[in-house]
T-cell receptor, first 112, second 115 residues
Framework: AQSVTQLGSHVSVSEGALVLLRCNYS??????LFWYVQYPNQGLQLLLK??????LVKGINGFEAEFKKSETSFHLTKPSAHMSDAAEYFC??????????FGAGTRLTVKP | GAGVSQSPSNKVTEKGKDVELRCDPI?????LYWYRQSLGQGLEFLIY????????KSGLPSDRFSAERTGGSVSTLTIQRTQQEDSAVYLC?????????????FGEGSRLTVL
């Protein structure tokens, strides 16, 4: 079955600094890839997704991710962190839009 | 309702008791998922239902865990003889698998505490 690995369970950045959250996937067929965000005491919500087409995907709140097949990666980035970005971020993979599997999550802390 | 509804939102039980957690997905969503979110453990896949197909139970951690989905809508996750390590937030999500989006819509979760 498909799977994802998120490198780093905790990432801490200063406000205004680059955010980079890493995700690598494993899939025997072309995958669909997603990033979800969970703000404190809230449910998960979709941040962005890659299905087909352009490999650089833009999401909400200034986040973007690039699908790199050769590296089996789908890292999430944001040029300048805001305090409001503090949350837990989950990378997910599905095949044929079914059976979605999530990574272990990365908790992002933003320091003033 | 407009979103995925889960009940109870909080459940405290004693070790050895059985618990049932309910999920009411978004109307018309054919795919339904159960995940477990434990502190420091991320999001753990438990079971997946898709229409009338046999469910994918590969994530259920033991035979104490079972789930059913009646009439292709409401789902119940049952944990028998609960143990302290079962304490976690149990999340339900649904999706309209016919559309090529893959987005899951999550409920607020059911927080289970086993004393």
């Amino acid at each position: 079955a498909q799977s994802v690995t998120q490198l780093g369970s905790h990432v801490s950045v200063s406000e205004g600094a680059l955010v980079l959250l890493r995700c690598n996937y494993s899939s025997s067929v072309p995958p669909y890839l997603f990033w979800y965000v969970q703000y404190p005491n809230q449910g998960l919500q979709l941040l962005l997704k890659y299905t087909t087409g352009a490999t650089l995907v833009k999401g909400i709140n200034g986040f973007e991710a690039e699908f790199k097949k050769s590296e089996t990666s789908f890292h999430l980035t944001k040029p300048s962190a805001h305090m409001s970005d503090a949350a837990e971020y989950f990378c997910a993979v599905s095949v044929n839009n079914n059976d979605m599997r999530f990574g272990a999550g990365t908790r992002l802390t933003v320091k003033p | 309702g407009a979103g995925v509804s889960q009940s109870p939102s909080n459940k405290v039980t004693e070790k050895g008791k059985d618990v049932e957690l309910r999920c009411d997905p978004i109307s018309g969503h054919t795919a339904l998922y159960w995940y477990r979110q434990s502190l420091g453990q991320g999001l753990e896949f438990l079971i997946y239902f898709q229409g009338n197909s046999a469910p994918d139970k590969s994530g259920l951690p033991s035979d104490r865990f079972s789930a059913e989905r009646t009439g292709g809508s409401v789902s119940t996750l049952t944990i028998q003889r609960t143990q302290q390590e079962d304490s976690a937030v149990y999340l339900c999500a649904s999706s309209l698998a016919k559309e090529n989006t893959g987005e899951l819509f999550f409920g607020e979760g059911s927080r289970l505490t086993v004393l």
